[in-house]
């Protein structure tokens, strides 16, 4: 919590910089990629029932705009369910697994006439532990502490009030590997499933 703290004090500090400043609310759905396991042995299966399922989000941002170019940090909550059929020694049983989780991207845009282009890093704070679904140390491991990946996204916006966007979340870890230093800071990127994040928004 407090590699985050000292993102939200760079928001305070580099805000004076930008002539206006927004604030909005937002509301979405996203697909995301179903996570899959590689955990247990012997007659421990668990296959998804979807490669892909939707989810819903909603949160706050704010965007801080200078001649043409903007800053948008936003607090979005999210919820994904997965299915699973998932079979033991004792049978096979259809089980869910859902995740809450906070999403905080910080994300960089510049407008091209009405359209916006934007991209930025993304934490993910894990709100509650996902039911394991096999008795299996591993599963603890894996939904601890915050992680980091990044969006990407383009949108628009309609009498400077209602936003859209359309967003890729993805993984940083494949080209940085698991960690990286920033200031003296170590921060943990994720193996996070890819996501495609549509939302609507309005500002004041």
Do not use: C
């Not at 004090?9 to 805000?15: A, K, Q, R």
Request: charged share 15%; net charge positive; no cysteine.
């Amino acid at each position: 919590m407090r590699k985050i703290a000292v993102i939200i004090l760079l928001f305070v500090l580099v805000s004076p910089a930008f002539s206006q400043i927004k604030f909005g609310i937002k509301a979405g759905a996203e697909t995301t990629t179903v996570p899959t396991y590689e955990l247990g042995t012997g007659a421990n299966n668990i296959k998804a029932l979807k490669d892909a399922d939707w989810g819903i989000h909603a949160g706050v941002f704010l965007r801080l705009s200078l001649l043409g170019i903007y800053l948008q940090p936003e607090i979005v909550f999210a919820t994904n369910t997965y299915d699973y059929n998932v079979t033991t020694s004792t049978g096979t049983q259809l089980l869910s697994q859902k995740f809450n989780k906070l999403e905080i991207p910080v994300l960089l845009g510049f407008k091209l006439g009405p359209l916006r282009i934007n991209a930025g890093p993304s934490a993910n704070i894990p709100i509650s532990t996902p039911k394991d679904l096999i008795n299996d140390s591993k599963f603890s491991d894996m939904y601890k502490g915050a992680t980091f990946g990044y969006q990407a996204g383009v949108g628009f916006d309609i009498l400077k009030k209602l936003t859209f966007d359309a967003r890729y979340g993805g993984s940083l870890s494949k080209k940085f590997g698991d960690t990286v230093n920033i200031g003296g800071q170590s921060f943990n990127l994720d193996q996070r499933q890819p996501s495609f994040i549509l939302s609507i928004g309005l500002m004041f």
